[in-house]
C-alpha cells in the first residue's frame, strides 16, 4: 500500500525557514517523480514544487521560487521541502503528493501538514 | 501559464440526481485533465485522469469527458458519500488546479 506522511510544520514567524519532510513507502520511491502541493486555509489546491527521479531536476511556480527548494534522499525514501523567507501568505496545509510513472498526474496524497506563518 | 475556472463553485443535489462539474482552460490541454475529491479534513482522492480514465476503485457513476479547452466530470446517480469538494487539474502545461466545486445534499 501506498503510503505518504509529511512532517515538520508548525507555526513559524514571518521570514524564517521551516523544513517538511515526507516520508514514502509502499512502492519504489526512486522510479518516482514526487511533488509538493499546498492548500491554504478555505481555498484551493495550489503546486508548489516538483522533483526528478534522481533529484537532478527541479520544478516551481513563480510564488516560491527562489524561497522555496524540493529535495529528496531516495536512498531514505524521503522527500523534503526547505522553505525560506516565509511570508503569510505561505499559510497552508501542504501535502506531499506522487506522480504518475507514465503520465503527469498526481496518483497517491498524504494526509498533509499545517504551516502557519505568524508573528 | 495555463487558467483553469471550475463551475459550479457550489452545487446542492438531491441522492439520486445526475451532477455534472465544469473546468474551462485557457488554452487547448490536449486531455490532459484530471478529478480529485477531497473530502472535510482529508487529502485529495484521484477519481478521473486523461480526461476519461477511472482510477481503480472509483465507483462507475464518476465519469469525465472533454476536449481542448472545456472538461466535464459527472456524478451519474449522486450518493450521500459523494458530499465532498471537486477539483480538477490540468497537468499538459506544469500544474494548475480549478477553483473547486462544493457538492453537498439538497
Known amino acids: 500500500e501506498v503510503q505518504l506522511v509529511e512532517s515538520g510544520g508548525g507555526l513559524v514567524q514571518p521570514g524564517r525557514s521551516l523544513k517538511l519532510s515526507c516520508a514514502a513507502s509502499g512502492f519504489t520511491f526512486s522510479n518516482y517523480y514526487m511533488a509538493w502541493v499546498r492548500q491554504a486555509p478555505k481555498k484551493g489546491l495550489e503546486w508548489v514544487a516538483t522533483i526528478s527521479t534522481s533529484g537532478s531536476r527541479t520544478y516551481y511556480p513563480d510564488s516560491v521560487k527562489g524561497r522555496f527548494t524540493i529535495s529528496r534522499d531516495n536512498a531514505k525514501s524521503s522527500l523534503y521541502l526547505q522553505m525560506n523567507s516565509l511570508k503569510s501568505e505561505d499559510t497552508a496545509t501542504y501535502y506531499c503528493?506522487?506522480?504518475?510513472?507514465?503520465?503527469?498526474?498526481?496518483?497517491?496524497w498524504g494526509q498533509g501538514v499545517m504551516v502557519t506563518v505568524s508573528s | 501559464d495555463i487558467q483553469m475556472t471550475q463551475s459550479p463553485s457550489f452545487l446542492s443535489a438531491s441522492v439520486g440526481d445526475r451532477v455534472t462539474i465544469n473546468c474551462k482552460a485557457s488554452q487547448n490541454i490536449n486531455k490532459y485533465l484530471d478529478w480529485y475529491q477531497q473530502k472535510h479534513g482529508e487529502a485529495p482522492k484521484l477519481l478521473i485522469y486523461n480526461t476519461n480514465n477511472l482510477q481503480t476503485g472509483i465507483p462507475s457513476r464518476f465519469s469525465g469527458s472533454g476536449s481542448g479547452t472545456d472538461y466535464t466530470l459527472t456524478i451519474s446517480s449522486l450518493q450521500p458519500e459523494d458530499v465532498a469538494t471537486y477539483f480538477c487539474?490540468?497537468?499538459?502545461?506544469?500544474?494548475?488546479f480549478g477553483g473547486g466545486t462544493k457538492l453537498e445534499l439538497k
Open positions: 487539474l490540468q497537468h499538459s502545461s506544469r500544474w494548475t
Open positions: 503528493a506522487r506522480r504518475d510513472y507514465g503520465s503527469h498526474y498526481f496518483d497517491y
